[in-house]
T-cell receptor, first 113, second 115 residues
């Protein structure tokens, strides 16, 4: 069974500062993918960043980067230079060989001006 | 491509009525997922299809829920009879399930309210 745990229900950060969202997961597979999705108030789920488990290099997408620690089964998201538009619910997700995506319960991030 | 299209965006129905939610996946995608989102339980996978075949429906809460995918471009999720506890946002998502790259593209969801 796959599980994803996000231990921070809510976080806040000041505009232009950096924030890190935590995620841990459990899977018995060796090859899998990890994702961070963003859900703004519009409700649309948007893919932020993706990490292949077989790659040691941490993924980066502009202001978004991850810290992938495979042995610890940890996958945190760092948002640099936070912007007001980053205010959203963030979901960590795990994809395995059966094509299922398992989501964490989410972290509500508020960026304050 | 227009992305994953769900209809309706909002649905309000009375307890006991039948509700049908619709989804058109992205053309060329061969996996389709139905998720339910609530404050209490987060995002729950209800069922997913691969090449129009239901692969895992273990997340379907009860026999009142059923899903079909008659062809590669259309899927429905039906609740009959509906109950107030079914009130939630229902998402459809699709992906191109090559290898283990299971990146899913989501529709905008259907907000269901059962009164």
């Amino acid at each position: 069974a796959q599980t994803v745990t996000q231990s921070q229900p809510e976080m806040s950060v000041q505009e232009a500062e950096t924030v890190t969202l935590s995620c841990t997961y459990d899977t018995s597979e060796n090859n899998y993918y990890l994702f961070w999705y963003k859900q703004p108030p519009s409700r649309q789920m948007i893919l932020v960043i993706r990490q292949e488990a077989y790659k040691q290099q941490n993924a980066t997408e502009n202001r978004f980067s991850v810290n992938f620690q495979k042995a610890a089964k940890s996958f945190s998201l760092k948002i640099s230079d936070s912007q007001l538009g980053d205010t959203a619910m963030y979901f960590c997700a795990l994809g395995g060989s059966n094509y299922k995506l398992t989501f964490g319960k989410g972290t509500l991030l508020t960026v304050n001006p | 491509d227009a992305g994953v299209i769900q209809s309706p965006r909002h649905e309000v129905t009375e307890m006991g009525q039948e509700v049908t939610l619709r989804c058109k996946p992205i053309s060329g995608h061969n996996s389709l997922f139905w998720y339910r989102q609530t404050m209490m339980r987060g995002l729950e996978l209800l069922i997913y299809f691969n090449n129009n075949v239901p692969i895992d429906d273990s997340g379907m809460p009860e026999d009142r829920f059923s899903a079909k995918m008659p062809n590669a471009s259309f899927s429905t999720l039906k609740i009959q009879p509906s109950e107030p506890r079914d009130s939630a946002v229902y998402f459809c998502a699709s992906s191109l399930s090559g290898g283990r790259n299971t990146e899913a593209f989501f529709g905008q969801g259907t907000r269901l309210t059962v009164v």
